[in-house]
């Protein structure tokens, strides 16, 4: 079986030769990473030569063009989805806060969502709040025991009038991934969207294994350079 090498993995992230850094351990990537030095290369790049409008005629703005088309067709490759599928925003926060603004047009007063309280707060509290807009928001709460969302329940959650299930791919607290593809099979039957949190789930394991019906996904490739989402 391969060896992971990861002195040459090490080798790739500048940080570990940085002598003021030497002797830390940082445990807080959720306020951003160091990143390799492909990353540091790529950003360096625009930051320096094509950091201007894209696609107009001229060889700067040519070449931000070209590189942003690749930046879709790569990401739509590693995500099997198509490039038109994904989307790079700001934050996933961000993300979902125009998600949710734009998804309350579409619906009535009375229509219902479902939230869990196992996400983190981005895929949550935007939901919650189009409560104030006469939205029904019902709660697929975790087993207090174990910590874990039992696909079971959302039997009894789902109605004529549900419109969408928000979940996260995996725990925050607990790490236990969630099946993804049995939630939103559930979900499709009921004839609701799906909003599924990655952030925590894809840089461990494959986010789109499958035709997930009506499924956005947010995912994680951030600190530099945003968050996406695929659907
Ligand atoms: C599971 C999860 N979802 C969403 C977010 C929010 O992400 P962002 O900082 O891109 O808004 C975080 C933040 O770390 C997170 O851990």
Redesign the pocket.
Known sequence: MPQLDSRFIRSQFPAFEEPSLNGWGFFEN?GGSYACRQVISRLTHYYTRTKVQPYYGFPASMAAGAAMDEAYARMAAYLNVGEDEVHFGP????NLYVLARAFRELWDKGDEIIVTNQD?E??SGFWRRLEKTGMVVKEWGIDPRTGRLNPGDLDALFSARTRLLAF?HCS?IIAHVNPVAEIAARAKAAGAFVVV?G??YAPHGCLMSGPWGRTSI?S?F?RPGG?IWGS
């Open positions: 959720a934050s996933t926060t961000q983190h981005a895929n996260p925050n949190d952030v925590s947010f994680p951030t968050r």
